[in-house]
């Protein structure tokens, strides 16, 4: 495979499109890049927007990689300037031999020019001003127009496109002529005035069948659909209310009796995230599949209950998907900040299992994992997702189903196993797994047991006794041991080489794209990203194999390089951090950079 | 908490009730709460209602959040499932079980500072969904196992123990009730058991949330005479604005009511509940004339108790979710997941 180069050509570039929220221009931008993924082309998008309704700044940035490279690259090689807001910003971050796009309709500062880059003026609001008549259209189909010239500039399918706002609009088929003017707009406005394509451009390829453009919380969802979940509970918040808005779209069209209109789910919007944890744990110790999609406050509130899950030993399935913290923070830029939050949540010794999806994909099999998990080990499960893989777009492989799955409910009773047992005791390790059998609420008179965060011993009695306590205590950590050995496995990529690099979720894309450029600079790494907590076997070993490693995650305090020190014997100088918080995505140069400064810094000491 | 368990007796000489279970089969661990406490009466009451009412302990599950009152669902049918949550949320934990089993008999125990200060919201939002759940408010006044701390129920001049007297107004959960548009909302008096039974089982039948705030002294901290949460107090002046009976869904009413001053209501489940008004002009079905009642009473410093209001028309919160009649918890994998057909057919629309 050949290593993305550092001009812009066919198949490989970045186009950053700067827009005011609420214009419509979300829509605009999709399409784009839906094209460019109908045409075969590997693309990935990424969409930086405020925490508004309308009028502020928002931006979209399109990666296009006939090799198949899915994180930032850092460059900007087309920027479509439509905010006069952010214009000399927009101008600025453009990378030398770029093109800039704006609305010409208006006259442009003269001071706002650089010799090194082309400026394409398109009268887009004057055009659509001419050919529209209505006032709302004129400003979305004004974002429709820009794709239109796009489509000249770059070659796209014109009949792709055609075929997508079909798709899209199949209910109002009124709206696909003015949409497809629009398109015409632009690109006839392209192709009289400038020299069309551009030297960095579109070519069909046959790299996406196979794949499909989904964002994680959607694919999460379906993870729920597919696991058999019943009960969600939940409170909007930034970036994880798409994630329940998902489950109750799939819910409304696949639980719903066609006769009867009876629902095979409840879903309940909670007062505050404290009830909705509580409303999980209730569901669980009813025996429920149930969970609740949150963010990093939401953890933060639910931590008290989060203790009672995992001292009771109640399944919960909680999905972070993590925005930029502390606080209210930056509530729609992406970060992996909760990492150490989630692994100890609640007061008095606590852990919990945590799994890290790197893309949609994995959101959806990991979900179906956690409710496995949070069942087999009767304790809180958590899903460490973030923005960027939440709410953006990405390429990835078609979600498969394995028809013979079929839920581990772990160690339940049911009513003839009660009845069998002289006597049921909750808190009783038979198996020495740590894992005890339990008993679901009406089950049977004499599976009936009282639940209580307070001190408890084997028997579920309530106890203040030293031996008592400590003896439930250190179960919990024998469990802890079942669970790493039960979590997914962390994914490895070479074992030959002295330097290694562990990372974690959506740092991922960076990471294989670094490594592939430094392999090239004669810098060989090999690459372990882990998918769960407690880290198990694997990650230790590769720890342990490698003379070096580089700790790649996106926050300021080293969350996840901080853990392994805790949980594994790795001396300190060993871990060398990588970190990338400014609430974007992280880019591949971020990793190179890292690695390569660490590298020299240590040659000349 | 108990963990001293209570001796059971044989059946021999006790009453079976309808399924074959006596008395003592509703009962739970031995309370080791002060003596004398009234928290172990309202215990008394649910375990005689429940065995009249011939429901399988079983199949009621007993949940509360942290304090004394909290701590007595361990001692009243022990052959229930329990679950003693944390401070304030007992409310989510009944919603969600209630989501996932809406056929156990749900009974929450809370006290008046689990859910008028750090529960309200949680309270306030299971009376706004009707969670079809009996709710018991063992309300005294005082924070106990902190020690006598005034909570959010303490009447304006009401003194503690040590002196202090309380300024602040109080929260009223009756009151809140009304406000909130709760569907069941009575006041007892733990010492009067020949009120509250028929008022636990009206609460039970209900479909929906049924309030049950009862006065129940507290015997170490808030029993003294400048209390008004005193026995003697809660005693002097409670005033029953309503009689309730409670006729079990076969029943054969016997008793003759004077037209007029009786009010049958029937429940969801079939029975009955009498409502003979002690206040002529009484009507427990208007909200308005409710809260007009109990202002001008409470004006008068009288505590009014019974059956203050009630509203059968109100849909439980499953009925307003339209969630399948089967619990989630019985409906069959098979029937949950829609098949890697579907999966192919739904991701058709991300290609």
């Known amino acids: 495979m050949s290593v993305s180069s550092s001009t812009p050509g066919v198949n490989d570039f970045v186009i950053k499109l700067a827009n005011v929220n609420g214009t419509g221009s979300a829509s605009a931008n999709g399409l784009l890049m839906k094209a460019i993924f109908r045409m075969g082309i590997p693309v990935s998008g990424k969409n930086f927007f405020p925490s508004n309704i309308q009028g502020l700044p928002t931006w979209y940035e399109i990666r296009v990689s006939g090799d198949g490279h899915l994180c930032r690259s850092g460059r900007v090689d087309i920027m479509v300037a439509m905010n006069a807001q952010t214009y000399a910003q927009d101008l600025a971050e453009l990378s030398s031999g770029g093109y800039l796009i704006y609305d010409s309709t208006w006259p442009r500062a003269r001071q706002l020019s650089r010799d090194d880059v082309q400026v394409l003026g398109i009268p887009l609001a004057k055009l659509c001003n001419e050919h529209f008549d209505n006032v709302r259209s004129r400003i979305l189909l004004k974002n429709v127009a820009y794709v239109g010239a796009l489509a000249a500039l770059l070659e796209l399918d014109l009949e792709v496109i055609r075929g997508l706002l079909a798709e899209t609009f199949a209910s109002k088929p009124k709206l696909i002529e003015p949409n497809m003017q629009a398109i015409a707009l632009g690109f006839d406005y392209a192709r009289e005035n400038f020299e069309c394509p551009l030297p960095m451009r579109c070519e069909a390829m046959d790299k996406t069948s196979g794949n499909v453009m989904i964002d994680g919380n959607t694919a999460a969802a379906l993870g729920c659909l597919y696991a058999g979940a019943t009960v969600g509970a939940w409170y909007p918040i930034t970036p994880s209310t798409s994630l329940m808005d998902a489950f109750k779209t799939f819910c409304e069209r696949y639980r719903k009796n066609e006769e009867s209109g009876e629902r095979n789910y409840c879903i309940v919007q909670a007062e505050d995230e404290l009830a909705a944890i509580g409303m999980v744990i209730g569901a669980g110790w009813c025996g429920a599949r149930a969970f609740t999609p949150t963010s990093g406050p939401g953890i933060s509130l639910m931590s008290e209950f989060i203790g009672f899950a995992y001292y009771t030993e109640i399944p919960a399935v909680i999905f972070d998907v993590q925005r930029v913290g502390p606080s209210t923070g930056m509530p729609t830029r992406t970060q992996q900040c909760d990492i150490m939050t989630c692994a100890y949540a609640s007061h008095g010794d606590t852990r919990h299992v945590l799994l890290f999806p790197a893309n949609p994909r994995e959101c959806f099999e990991l979900a179906v994992q956690a409710f496995d998990l949070a069942e087999r080990l009767q304790t809180p499960v958590f899903v460490l997702s973030d923005l960027d893989i939440g709410m953006n777009d990405w390429m990835c492989p078609l979600l498969t189903w394995d028809e013979s799955y079929r839920p581990d409910r772990g160690k339940v009773l049911d009513k003839e196993a009660v009845e069998k047992l002289e006597a049921f005791y909750r808190y009783m390790d038979v198996d020495g797994d740590g894992i005890c059998a339990r008993t679901l609420p009406g089950t049977h008179p004499r599976g009936a047991y009282f639940v209580r965060g307070s001190g408890h011993n084997n028997f579920g009695r309530y106890t203040e006794d030293a031996g008592e306590y400590q003896e439930v205590v250190d179960r919990l950590l024998t469990k802890f041991d079942t669970a790493a050995e039960l979590v997914p496995a962390p994914v490895q990529i070479g074992d030959a080489n002295e330097i290694g690099i562990i990372s974690i979720g959506s740092c991922d894309g960076a990471v294989l794209e670094a490594t592939e450029r430094l392999s090239a600079q004669g810098i060989n790494v090999d690459y372990l990203r882990v998918l769960a907590f407690p880290f198990g076997k694997a990650v230790t070993d590769f720890i342990d194999s490698h003379a070096r490693i580089f700790v790649v995650e996106q926050n300021r305090d080293a969350q996840l390089k901080n853990l392994l020190l805790m949980e594994t014997e790795t001396p300190r100088e060993k871990l060398v951090s990588v970190l990338n918080y400014s609430g974007l995505p992280m880019d591949c140069r971020c990793v190179i950079e890292g690695v390569t400064a660490a590298l020299k810094q240590g040659a000349a000491a | ?351």
């Open chain 2, 1 to 351: 908490m108990s963990y001293i368990s209570k001796p059971k007796v044989g059946k021999l000489g006790l009453k079976p009730n309808g399924i074959g279970l006596t008395l003592r089969d509703y009962e739970g661990g031995m309370s080791t709460l002060c003596a004398g406490c009234g928290h172990d009466s309202i215990t008394a009451a649910l375990i005689q209602a429940y065995f009249e009412m011939d429901i399988p302990p079983h199949r009621v599950a007993k949940v509360s959040g942290i304090g004394c009152s909290s701590k007595t669902p361990a001692y009243f049918l022990s052959s229930a499932h329990g679950l003693n949550s944390v401070h304030g949320r007992m409310p989510s934990v009944v919603t969600g079980a209630c989501a996932a089993n809406r056929d156990l008999y749900y009974v929450g125990v809370s006290g008046d500072g689990d859910s008028l200060s750090i529960g309200m919201g949680q309270f306030a939002h299971a009376m706004r969904r009707n969670l079809n759940m009996v709710y018991v408010i063992e309300n005294n006044g005082v924070y106990g196992l902190t020690k006598g701390q005034f909570s959010a129920s303490a009447d304006v001049g009401s003194q503690a123990k040590k002196g202090e007297v309380n300024q602040q107004a109080p929260i009223d959960p009756v009151l809140a009730g009304l406000a909130i548009g709760g569907t069941f909302i009575a006041r007892a008096f733990s010492g009067d058991k020949e009120q509250l039974v028929p008022l636990i089982k009206a609460a039970i039948a209900h479909d929906g949330f049924a309030l049950l705030d009862v006065l129940s002294p507290c015997v170490t901290f808030n029993d003294h005479e400048t209390s008004t949460k005193s026995y003697s107090h809660t005693r002097a002046y409670s005033h029953p604005a309503i009689h309730t009976d409670f006729i079990a869904p076969a029943a054969h009413i016997r008793a003759a009511y004077d037209h007029g001053e009786a009010m049958p209501v029937m429940m969801h489940d079939g029975s009955q509940v009498i409502l003979r008004k002690i206040d002529k002009d009484y009507d427990p079905t208007s909200r308005s004339a409710a809260f007009a009642y109990l202002e001008q009473r409470r004006k008068r410093g009288e505590i009014v108790t019974g059956l203050l209001y009630i509203n059968e028309e109100q849909k439980e919160m499953h009925a307003i979710a339209g969630s399948a009649e089967t619990p989630l918890v019985d409906i069959p994998y098979e029937d949950l997941c829609p098949g890697g057909t579907t999966l192919r057919d739904i991701l058709g629309r991300y290609a």
